[in-house]
C-alpha cells in the first residue's frame, strides 16, 4: 500500500475508527460474564454487555488500551513503520506526525514492535525442515573485486541462508 491509498483508505479518524471496530467485530468480543452479545455506544466508543451492562472500550484489549493517542495516529505510524524495509525511529514518527511529546510516541512505537515480533510466533517450522544454502550475485564496489577472499564463496557472490518446512512425497 502506497501513501495514496493509504490517505484513501484512512485520511480520517472515523475511517480509522470505522475500520478497527470492523475488524474487531470479526473477531468478536467476550464480556467478564461469559457474553458475547453486546450494544454498540458511538458517542463513547465502547461496547456494552447485553446480560450484565459492564463496559469495554474500542481500545481495551489491544495494544492501544490506555493510550489516549488517537486511531488515526495510531494507524499512521502502522504505516510508517511497515512502508520501509529500514523503518522509523520514534523520534521521526513524532517529526513526521508533528507531535509534541516524544513519551507516548516512544511507547507507541515499542508496542507496535514487541506486537510484531509477537506475530512471528505464530509461524513456527514443524515436521520435516530442510536447510539450504545459496550464492547469489551481487554488484560489489571496484576496492571489493581487487581484494582476494579466501575460502567458502566467491567475489561477488552473497551467501545466502534458507529454511523450509517440506512434506514427504
Known amino acids: 500500500m502506497n501513501l495514496f491509498s493509504f490517505s484513501a483508505h484512512f485520511g480520517t479518524e472515523d475511517d480509522c475508527i470505522n475500520h478497527f471496530k470492523s475488524e474487531r467485530d470479526k473477531i468478536g ?36 488500551k490506555n493510550s489516549n493517542l488517537s486511531f488515526l495516529i495510531w494507524y499512521k505510524t502502522m504505516f510508517l513503520m511497515s512502508v520501509t524495509k529500514k523503518g522509523f525511529s520514534a523520534k521521526e514518527i513524532q517529526k513526521q506526525l508533528g507531535l509534541k511529546r516524544y513519551e507516548p510516541v516512544w511507547a507507541m512505537v515499542h508496542k507496535i514492535r514487541k506486537a510484531m515480533g509477537n506475530r512471528d510466533a505464530q509461524y513456527t517450522l514443524e515436521g520435516m525442515i530442510e536447510f539450504d544454502e545459496a550464492y547469489f550475485t551481487v554488484e560489489s564496489s571496484e576496492i571489493e573485486q581487487k581484494k582476494g577472499i579466501r575460502g567458502k564463496g566467491s567475489v561477488g557472490k552473497q551467501n545466502v541462508a534458507m529454511i523450509a518446512e517440506s512434506t514427504p512425497l
Open 29 to 64: 468480543l467476550t464480556c467478564k460474564c461469559g457474553s458475547t452479545e453486546h450494544f454498540w455506544i458511538k458517542s463513547r466508543l465502547s461496547y456494552e454487555c447485553k446480560k450484565c451492562r459492564s463496559r469495554t472500550s474500542l481500545k481495551s484489549g489491544t495494544i492501544m
